[in-house]
DNA sequence: CACCTATGTTGACACATGTCAAACCAGCGT
DNA sequence: ACGCTGGTTTGACATGTGTCAACATAGGTG
């Protein structure tokens, strides 16, 4: 698996903070590599179940949330570790054991940068 | 062509606006259902290609572009074509043939759509 | 320590997906 | 009619992906 490593489509800056990669979608064409950033956030929300675990993190209070009280999604408890880390790998959550559970939590510039992908740039 | 089998994530509404179907992914988790239509939308703008697609329609003046203005991403034209296919298929772009070419323009409620998705209804 | 629960990892497998080449269709010229 | 250009569809193929069962690991509790 050692062959394309995907670049972060946020990169982590300085404070923790991370920064949007990409021009909002109606600016400009995208370049490759922004694409290939880009596409990389979507397409790790582009799956029912990881769309419900994220989902299901992001609207947990406290704005995280262990495995145990989200991996009802109707899959096998490894497929849901599977899609944890894969949206782990794609910058969307963070992990965190605390004991004998792990905890996730959203990034939450995450929302913002997607959300200004998809911003109109006109006055819509 | 009329056998639909995804489910549009966005409904067409009377006045050919589109309703959004989903609540915002912070603010409940979401049901099965609500994932699949959901993940369909991302996984749409969830490859390199298509993104760049999209992007570039979007981009475009007049929000429509010719086939021919954007299939210069890096692979074969039919590759191009199902994209944009797909695209069209997931109900972000739609298309009209006038004369000899071919025009896509993206489905502009899409984009508030995602918008919405994505929002944080925290006072974060 | 042994045992149990909560997660993660590995291996295997079926299915979806991205890609191209080639065949095909639709207009527009001459 | 013919050919030519723009686009789509089809067939084939390699790779990616979602899933589970089985195994492994971490941290409690007795």
Not at 4 to 29: A, D, N
Not at 48 to 73: K, T
Not at 74 to 96: D, F, I, N, Y
Request: aromatic share 4%; hydrophobic share 40%; proline share 7%.
């Amino acid at each position: 698996m050692s062959n394309v490593k995907v670049p972060p489509l946020l990169e982590p800056g300085p404070s923790g903070v991370v920064v949007s990669c990409c021009p909002p979608l109606t600016e400009r064409p995208l370049t490759a590599e922004e694409a290939e950033r880009t596409a990389a956030m979507f397409k790790a929300l582009g799956d029912p179940v990881r769309l419900r675990l994220f989902s299901a993190v992001a609207s947990h209070e406290s704005g995280e949330a262990c495995v145990c009280d989200i991996s009802d999604v109707g899959v096998s408890q490894s497929t849901v570790s599977h899609h944890l880390k894969r949206l782990k790998v794609a910058g969307l959550l963070t992990s965190e054991r605390r004991g004998t559970w792990v905890y996730y939590r959203i990034e939450p510039s995450v929302l913002a940068a997607m959300g200004k992908l998809l911003a109109t740039t006109s006055t819509a």
